[in-house]
């Protein structure tokens, strides 16, 4: 039977389970269950109203809208200023890609943040850290509106890229808090619709250029946002690192007992929901959430959390993630932003430096178009599943990939060819406009397979890809300008991002066909016990 509260709030429960490969799970329901698209919900939820999967829609809505909103202003400044690289190569007097490190170097800090911030939201809390980082954010941001020489701007973005880096691993970190498995690539999805979204930044900022305040403007602007979202986020985000098995394992069971007894002694339904009432936690006041200190957890050691988070480096589905990340970010996001605004405002285009940003309408395009194909690997996985006797494994949501796995690169080779030879300038708009299409299935999908493939040890995976996706980035955006200069646009964008582009989703083949033997063969492995795999019916590692 459902359980309840005295107030009558429904508490969810299911019977899922996970198998003994991570990734393979039971979503058989039994009578009583709750369920999303027919199948039991995962994880199991605690028969308690604090438990982050038993929060009411609305709020978990509320948490999800804040932190995508973080992601889209964390992105917007680390990428939004891309119309300021020349302008920022006269004012300071550097060269231009000299100018380009004003992005590749906060780039990398935006994502090793994750190495420090990470362990340290398991130990302290989610709220804690996250607030700390907002308020990192906003003084990076700050400073950069104030800054006058190139050391100072530096010193402040990599401050606020720093700060707001947390929002690549948090928020994959709450919709695996307060989210179920059939959920959970819809709400990936949306979090990466808000990071990608960020893209328009740059037209925006391209059009501050010929105000008062030229490009100050654009950090005044984030600045005042992120001052707001801060406020959203003090009053409406609640903790949510919660001990979901250490609760169970205390759990007295008495809906079972109560079962019981109404079936031997035909009691009614409504006396054991009463009864039931009694031994269920009392739900937190709101004031009391409003704490910005978080759970503290003694059992977590931040270092040690630090240097096994790279033994993920080894584990195939992590390391595609990576790759995925990195070369769309590095190949895609900061080739377009350098090129773009040299190439367009250069014969024949000759564009003012005030539309030099708009090049990102092309990618925003794309993510529109991609946007209503969210939720489709849930219910491609949901489908697969009823047909394979309520077993879901990881790879089910993949198929919905395949598509994307030849769109993406193929926009590449439009970007390439068009710079390369100055063809018409909505190449560059359709060239981008493919590869943000194809790219927003990968970014989606794979991080999604990922944390289906390895649920329990989530944070430490996330810290690996952070850290990972970042640095590949770096390295391939790092050089982009030296390198289309010497060998031009179509060798290196087209020829040689595009190889790589379309190398890295061909994996998708593989982990579609191998994918559960890969689980299977890593659940065996030195690093599974270094990760302390459990037994067969409680969380598993890695």
């Given amino acids: 039977m459902a359980r309840k509260l005295a107030n009558g709030a429904h508490l969810a429960r299911s019977h899922a389970h996970e198998e003994d490969v991570p990734g393979t799970v039971n979503v058989q329901a039994v009578e009583g269950d709750d369920t999303g698209y027919g199948q039991a919900l995962f994880p199991v939820p605690a028969n308690d109203p604090n438990d982050p999967l038993q929060w009411s829609r609305p709020k978990k809505i509320m948490i999800l809208v804040i932190i995508c909103c973080y992601s889209f202003l964390g992105n917007a400044a680390l990428l939004g200023p891309g119309p300021y690289l020349t302008l920022w190569s006269e004012l300071f007097d550097i060269s231009p890609g000299d100018a380009s490190t004003l992005i590749s170097y906060p780039n990398l800090a935006y994502g090793f943040s994750s190495f420090f911030l990470v362990p340290l939201y398991l130990k302290v809390g989610r709220r804690p850290v996250m607030l700390g980082s907002m308020l990192a954010f906003i003084a990076g941001l700050a400073g950069c509106s104030q800054a006058n020489n190139f050391g100072g701007l530096m010193a402040a973005r990599i401050i606020h890229c720093f700060g707001a880096g947390i ?44 105000t008062q305040y030229s490009w100050r403007l654009f950090f005044y602007v984030i600045l005042a946002f992120a001052c707001a979202l801060f406020v959203l986020t003090f009053l409406f985000v609640e903790e949510s690192s919660y001990d979901r098995e250490a609760h169970m394992h205390h759990d007295v069971s008495p809906e079972r007992s109560n079962e019981a007894i109404a079936s031997n002694a035909s009691e009614k339904p409504e006396e054991s929901i009463v009864e039931e009432a009694v031994v269920t936690p009392v739900r937190k006041s709101y004031l009391s959430t409003l704490r910005p200190w978080g759970r503290t957890d003694p059992n977590v050691n931040m270092f040690t959390l630090m240097w096994r988070s790279f033994t993920y480096f080894l584990v195939p589905q992590v390391l595609w993630v990576i790759t995925s990340f990195g070369i769309i970010i590095g190949l895609g996001a ?192 030195w690093v599974s016990t270094l990760h302390g795999r459990r037994t067969r019916n409680t969380p598993q590692s890695l």
């Fill in 167 to 210: 929002c690549e691993a948090l928020p994959v970190q709450l919709v695996n808090d307060i989210f179920f498995l059939h959920e959970r690539g819809k709400h990936i999805g949306y979090y990466t619709f808000g990071m990608c979204f960020a893209a328009v930044a740059t037209i925006p900022a391209a059009y501050m250029l010929p």
């Fill in 334 to 525: 900061l080739a377009f932003n350098y090129v773009f605004p040299i190439k367009i405002t250069a014969p024949p285009y000759n564009w003012s430096e005030s539309n030099s940003g708009v090049q990102s309408l092309g990618s925003l395009l794309g993510f529109l178009f991609a946007l209503p194909f969210t939720s489709s690997s849930d219910r491609l996985a949901a489908y697969l599943t009823k047909h394979n006797n309520n077993i879901r494994e990881a790879e089910m949501r993949l198929g919905v990939m395949l598509p994307a796995m030849i769109i993406a690169p193929a926009g590449l080779v439009v970007y390439g060819l068009t710079a390369e030879f100055n063809l018409h300038w909505i190449g560059y708009f359709f060239g981008s406009g493919l590869a943000s299409f194809g790219g927003y299935f990968y970014y989606c999908f794979t991080l999604a397979y990922a944390v289906d493939s390895y649920n329990s040890n989530t944070s430490e995976m996330l810290i690996a890809i952070n850290i990972g996706k970042q640095a590949v980035s770096f390295g391939l955006g790092f050089g982009v300008l030296d390198w289309v200069m010497e060998r031009g646009y179509a060798t290196i964008i087209a020829g040689a991002f595009g190889s790589v582009f379309l190398a890295n989703n061909l994996m998708l083949i593989v982990f579609m066909l191998r994918g559960k033997q890969i689980r299977r063969f890593m659940s065996t492995s």
